[in-house]
């Protein structure tokens, strides 16, 4: 902010909320996708699992989807976590900012 010569308040709190929603989404989402896989894997005739853990449904995902495949989803995970963490940062700011002005911090 004291370099941006913008004012505190809920546009700059929203654009940051907005931001860390991306960020997080994208750090989360390869990990979220793998737990889903493991959640939901087919078992062949002999009732053997598809995938051993984590590190190889991330393997075999890489080997015949590409690294892209880690990021399907993202749309919707974040259409899940982008309103939760902007309704919450923004939140939480004007309530620190209520209370800065109420106890002159």
């Known amino acids: 902010l004291q370099w941006s010569q913008?004012?505190?308040?809920?546009?700059?709190?929203?654009?940051?909320?907005?931001?860390?929603?991306?960020?997080?989404?994208?750090?989360?989402?390869?990990f979220d996708i793998v737990a889903v896989r493991l959640m939901n894997q087919p078992q062949n005739e002999s009732g053997v699992a598809l995938?051993?853990?984590p590190v190889d449904c991330?393997?075999?995902m890489v080997q015949?989807?590409?690294v892209s495949?880690?990021?399907?989803?993202?749309?919707a995970?974040?259409?899940?976590?982008g309103p939760y963490c902007t309704f919450t940062f923004i939140f939480l700011e004007q309530l620190r900012?209520?209370?800065d002005r109420s106890f002159g911090v």
């Not at 004012?7 to 750090?27: F, M, N, Q, W």
């Not at 495949?69 to 749309?75: D, E, M, Q, R, S």
């Not at 995970?77 to 976590?81: D, E, I, P, T, V």
């Open 6 to 30: 913008m004012k505190e308040g809920i546009p700059i709190h929203l654009g940051a909320s907005l931001l860390s929603g991306i960020a997080v989404t994208i750090a989360m989402q390869p």
């Open 51 to 53: 995938y051993t853990g």
């Open 58 to 60: 991330c393997k075999k």
């Open 64 to 66: 015949h989807e590409g």
């Open 69 to 75: 495949g880690l990021f399907k989803g993202i749309t």
């Open 77 to 81: 995970n974040y259409a899940r976590f």
């Open 97 to 99: 900012l209520a209370w």
